[in-house]
């Protein structure tokens, strides 16, 4: 009998190994706070050597030279005089550097809080010639955000990295939905606390904004006639740039909603928002007027336009946007400026950048490619080539080359024949993860 | 109320058995066992350490971005376990074990190939056996849906059954049961890329019963 006991008490043997093990690998978005002191921010500007594309932001086209943005770090100079075969010249180490526009042999590119006027004449050795505060004291960046903070002479920014870590849990797992209450709650734990808060709640962060370019529909810098527009989340400040070199601070005009992009076209300023559209007459470039502001619902927007229709993309998924919303392209009647109404609109996934050389549109889809459209009938768009197996954020069609910019680099097609683009080259990123 | 269920127990005992006794009693090759009782064991609590830390909440990289700490803590769950099997020789029973498991808030519906025996070759009115099983469980009701999925699992056990000389019996049974499952939580797709958590359960199973 004696035996049996010891039998049934062999299984506590056991005992030490009932604890559960459970890991848990998370893979996610950190962001690690960076603080840079501006007169560091503010060293001379000038050319160093050629660098790999990394984090390619927006693109600018300048006669035979091609400005891509390295986000936050600088801008890579490429002689495109062949566009088959792009050649690398420099690259210009610009901290925070997102936007950029060239007036004449001026560059003007942003660094934080400063405007910085470039002169560009000879693109292998760029030096700085100005540099002005655009007033903008905080501004976001993709998902991150930066401020300045005038007493202690320091930006304050974010580095974003994409972090894996393994951790032990208790097995129970964290929830990123309502929690399943009844009626087996009561073998484990309650998840009442904190599910039950903010059940809408997403993730809000920051507009991306990548990539521009001339006539690029991502763009957040302007020229027009003798006036740089810049614009940053909530105003559209203005600079002279009579002497290029020499940029003077203008007026700063407010704009309520969440700012994205900025595009001139003719005596107009169309400026994309999260919420909607804005038009401004700058018939006097000094001097904008609101003309209207045509509202939709949340969701990224950069626009383009050509005669009397704006093309408008929504993307209501990831970063802008409430979670829900249509992804699509509209096009906007714009004959009557006061009153733009939308024409028509079309379903269309994951849109960012668009450009068009009428009669072609060219739609950015992200991670699914890009999609080129026959527009001869506005009101009736017709798909004429898709291409899924390049990343794209922003097109620029310029002289029958169409260059188009997305994580994995910049491809560059030959669209003389819009129903079958020929790729000409490749200028390749080295992804950071 | 707790006498209500000692005597529903009770008297659900005696009419079965009464049923069994008036079975003929020629020994089948056949025998199910039903089982009920409880698995207990340990979770480890969280590691503050291992994301942002506030007071008593950590930060964590998802839509409810802080979390309370969890303390380490005991559980016990309920189990419910059927085994039908195939006696090849007393001491061999092979046969299909089926249940319903919980685990903190999970329940599990394991599958398991099992073999049941008796040991020492002993058929008297006390016999000691052995249960060894292995298999899948698929996921049951729990608090993440489709996210979790069941996995392999394996238990030893060891028990008496009380025999009633009619190939009937009482059963108590103790053993060891690990069950692994994994977890692919839904993620925003921005903040949060992927988060996959594999868990392994170890538990203790205490459990009583019938065999016919």
Redesign the interface.
Known sequence: MKA?IL??L???V??T??????????????YTSVQLFISDIRQPISSAPPQSLVEPGKLYVKGQYLFIVEVKKGIHVFDNSNPANPRAISFLPIPGNVDIAVRDNILYADSYIDLVALDISNPTAIKEVNRTETGFTNGRVG?TYWSYDKQTMKIYDQREE?AT?T???????????L???VP??W???Y?E???F??VA???V?APTAPTTGTGGSMARFAITSNQLYVVNNSSLQLFDITDPATPVKGKTVNLNWNVETIFPYRTNLFIGTTTGMYIYDVVNPAEPKQLSAFSHVRSCDPVVVHENYAYVTLRGT??CGVAGTQDVLDVVDISNLTAPRVAKSYPLETPYGLGIDYPTLFVCQGNKGLSVFDASNPLDLKVQQTFANVNAFDVIPLSKTLLTIGKDGLYQYDYSNPVALRLLSKIDARQPN | MKIFTHLFLFFGLSVSFAHAQTEQTKPSRWRTTVQMGIQAGRVRPDQPTAYPYYGDYIYLPNYYNYSSIRPAGNRIGLTIHTFIGYTLRPQLITGLALGVDYYNNSAFLPIAAAIQGDLFGRTKRLTPFYSLESGYAIAGPNPHDNELKGGWLWSPGLGLRINKGNGTGFLISAGYKHQEARQVASVDGVQVLSQIENRSYNRLFFRMGFSF
């Open positions: 049996y039998l049934l062999l299984p506590l056991y005992l190994s009932c604890t559960d093990n459970c890991e848990q690998t998370r893979t996610y978005r950190k998902r994409i870590e951790v032990k849990t208790d097995c129970e797992g964290t929830f990123n939905v929690p399943y209450l087996i709650a073998f484990g734990r998840y606390s904190f599910a808060a903010d709640y997403n993730s962060s990831s970063t």
